[in-house]
């Protein structure tokens, strides 16, 4: 029986596995895996070597796979897709600090997002822990954010429209941008994680349009202040990449940041989402 060790990254979130074939994994290995994702928020598992079927079948060990409206899936597997930046692209997919697709009904619980090709230099991930920055808080400030909602759109409104974003990431598939404005959900701004009962800050500047029952002018200072202090360094970690990794971060209690610093370098990684879950 092969030995998982887990590595804590930093001191808040995240974690490096090594040791464990996930395409091969038994029910064991996967109970290690499981519960490092539940510890550390952020897993990296390094040295894989895996095709979309095996990343499919990962996938399924977090839960059903959710659709993403905006990017087209690969050829028999479309939950599925490619994330490329080419050398001559200067926007990449994914900056700008968020959780994935919260504009959904019923966002992913799990993002897994695989490398295929890195740059020898540039590109990693930063996550930030929503559970820390929310236990950080003062107790009225709790008090205050327990009673919100937020409103969550794929319409990226704060940074010149969906439309526009698709037109710079030429390189991927991207499709439905003119209805991003369709897609739109209510979500509460803290929300509790079932498995551990831990609460966690729940908005982005990137999805976050204002408060249920709010203007976007009363909205945006508040908003604007959670994320500044929800993505702090001491409740960040930084993911680097190498062709063979495979990186899945709990959606429900992380933010995520792809950091653009790899211009006339090409990137390519492959992405599922996975678990869907209402948030409450």
């Known amino acids: ?56 079948d990962v996938g399924a060990r977090f839960g059903e796979p959710n659709h993403y409206p905006f990017v087209k899936g690969l050829d028999g597997f479309p939950f599925l897709f490619d994330v490329i930046k080419e050398p001559s692209e200067k926007r990449n997919f994914g900056g700008g600090w968020h959780s994935d697709t919260t504009y959904l009904k019923t966002p992913p619980m799990a993002t897994l997002l695989y490398a295929l090709e890195t740059p020898p230099k540039g590109g990693d991930t930063l996550y930030c822990d929503m559970v820390a920055a929310y236990e950080s808080l003062s107790e009225r400030m709790k008090q205050l954010l327990g009673g919100l909602n937020g409103v969550f759109s794929a319409g990226l ?110 990137r390519h990684m492959r992405r599922l989402t996975s678990g869907p879950t209402v948030p409450a």
């Open 157 to 266: 409104k704060n940074s010149g429209g969906r439309s526009l974003h698709h037109a710079q990431i030429g390189a991927m598939k991207v499709t439905a941008g003119e209805t991003a404005d369709t897609y739109e959900a209510v979500h509460p701004v803290v929300r509790t994680i079932e498995e551990t009962g831990q609460k966690a800050i729940y908005c982005s500047k990137v999805h976050t349009t204002h408060f249920e029952g709010m203007t976007g002018d009363e909205s945006h200072p508040l908003i604007e202040w959670l994320v500044a202090h929800a993505t702090r360094p001491e409740f960040t970690c930084r993911v680097s990449w190498k062709p063979g990794t495979l990186t899945v971060w709990d959606n429900r209690r992380t933010m995520h940041n792809a950091i653009n610093d790899y211009q006339g370098l090409r």
């Open 1 to 56: 029986m092969s030995t998982i060790t887990v590595t804590p990254i930093a001191g808040s979130l995240g974690a490096e596995l090594r040791g464990v074939d996930l395409r091969t994994m038994d029910n064991h290995a996967w109970a290690q895996v499981h519960q490092a994702f539940l510890d550390h928020k952020v897993i990296a598992i390094r040295d894989q070597d895996l095709g979309a079927q095996d990343m499919m």
